[in-house]
């Protein structure tokens, strides 16, 4: 009997287990569906926007470099240099905005019992990623049919940098997320931190550009050295003297860490705020 009992209960608990990852993964997939037809189900050319944003500042910033006689940076054509900078930081910018909303978005849902305050950030968190995985994937495939160099030398360097930005963003934030649960106003610091790291991350120009004594004034930068180190993966004519692996990983691990530890013990917070 003893021996019974002993080998029931850890078949008792992997049972359990099942059903509790399968009750997530029908939550995420349910609030899935919910965020596409909120977003797109109204606008038919909600993708459309989602391809054309990125084009058209491509296209305007690409414009102002061929009036002023540039049509390469760092021996890379003008349109994938911009485009291997502006896709990594719209990935960022809507990525830090939906999740920052996340919760406030979804607070009438956490009221019932199967949904949990970490299940519409994860949905977010996919949404954002595949639809900036399509939109790379398209947009590069039309530069390689026009005739440009569209693959990366690197690839996985280049996804490397990629995952260090995302891992860094879901912790920038899921402190958001848990500072509008106090503040609401906190909000508005997304567009404080976006608008400004436009300027100075390095999306129409790169650290060859710039003397490195005045390098101290962007390396502090976590997005400039993601976007720097994607380029240097991208492209064999470019090398960074200024990406550094480690400072992006240990941004990355820091900013995950305190985010993902500060929603954790606030997440009883979210339901009654």
């Known amino acids: 009997m003893p021996y019974r009992l002993h080998s029931v209960k850890p078949e008792r608990r992997a049972i359990q287990k099942r059903a509790s990852l399968k009750i997530m993964s029908d939550v995420i997939f349910a609030l899935t569906m919910r965020e596409l037809k909120t977003r797109f189900g109204h606008n038919r050319l909600g993708y459309f ?5 990125p084009v058209g500042q491509v296209a305007i910033l690409g414009l102002i470099f061929s009036l002023i006689g540039r049509n390469s940076v760092a021996n890379i054509p003008v349109a994938l240099f911009l485009f291997t900078a502006i896709l990594p930081f719209k990935l960022f910018g809507k990525l830090l905005n939906q999740l920052s909303a996340a919760i406030d978005a979804n607070k009438g849902l956490l009221s019932y019992r199967q949904v949990t305050a970490i299940d519409p950030v994860i949905t977010r968190i996919v949404i954002e990623v595949a639809t900036f995985i399509l939109v790379y994937v398209f947009i590069f495939s039309v530069m390689a049919w026009l005739g ?5 030398d690197n690839l996985l360097g280049l996804l490397t940098a990629t995952a260090l930005l995302i891992i860094f963003t879901v912790g920038l934030g ?16 997304t567009a404080i931190i976006t608008r400004p790291l436009f300027f100075i991350s390095g999306i129409f120009f790169c650290a060859t550009m710039i003397p490195p004594q005045y390098w101290y004034l962007l390396d502090w930068n976590p997005i400039f050295h993601a976007i720097e180190l994607s380029r240097d993966s991208f492209f064999n004519a470019y090398t960074s003297p200024a990406g550094q692996w480690s400072y992006l990983s ?7 860490s305190l985010g993902l530890a500060l ?7 979210f339901i009654g705020s």
């Not at 899921?174 to 610091?189: E, G, M, V």
């Not at 941004?251 to 995950?256: K, P, T, Y």
């Not at 929603?263 to 917070?269: E, S």
């Open 148 to 152: 440009f160099t569209a693959w990366p």
């Open 49 to 53: 926007w989602a391809i054309m944003e």
């Open 250 to 256: 240990f941004c990355a691990l820091v900013s995950f």
């Open 263 to 269: 929603f954790h013990l606030c997440r009883h917070r």
């Open 174 to 189: 899921l402190l958001l997320c848990t500072a509008i649960s106090f503040w609401k106003d906190a909000n508005k610091l």
